[in-house]
Nanobody
């Protein structure tokens, strides 16, 4: 069992930055691929960024490439999402998710409760 707790969301002006953190419980964090997904009001949940269990591979949706960076610290059982040059269309609830083994864009075993990110224009 893995428990995920996100933090770092909030209200920011367009062009600003936020860093989301996701702290994971359990001793096997380093064996999980991690992802950040988001859901805006009235829209389906979408993949944002992912990282392999080792941190050697990262994945991004086209709309955030060059602006967002996913990273992980396996010693701290934490995955991060650095979000720069934020746009109003980035407004959503952001979820951290974990998948045992190899990375997948859509299939995850565990989910956090979500953290709200609001970008004002």
């Amino acid at each position: 069992q893995v428990q995920l707790v996100e933090s770092g969301g909030g209200l920011v002006q367009a062009g600003g930055s936020l860093r989301l953190s996701c702290a994971a419980s359990g001793r096997t964090f380093s064996s999980y691929a991690m992802g950040w997904l988001r859901q805006a009001p009235g829209k389906e949940r979408e993949f944002v960024a992912g990282i392999s269990w080792s941190g050697g591979s990262t994945y991004y949706v086209d709309s955030v490439k060059g602006r967002f960076t996913i990273s992980r610290d396996n010693a701290k059982n934490t995955v991060y999402l650095q979000m720069n040059s934020l746009k109003p269309e980035d407004t959503a609830v952001y979820y951290c998710a974990a998948r045992a083994g190899y990375f997948d864009y859509d299939e995850y075993d565990y989910w956090g409760q979500g953290t709200q990110v609001t970008v004002s224009s």
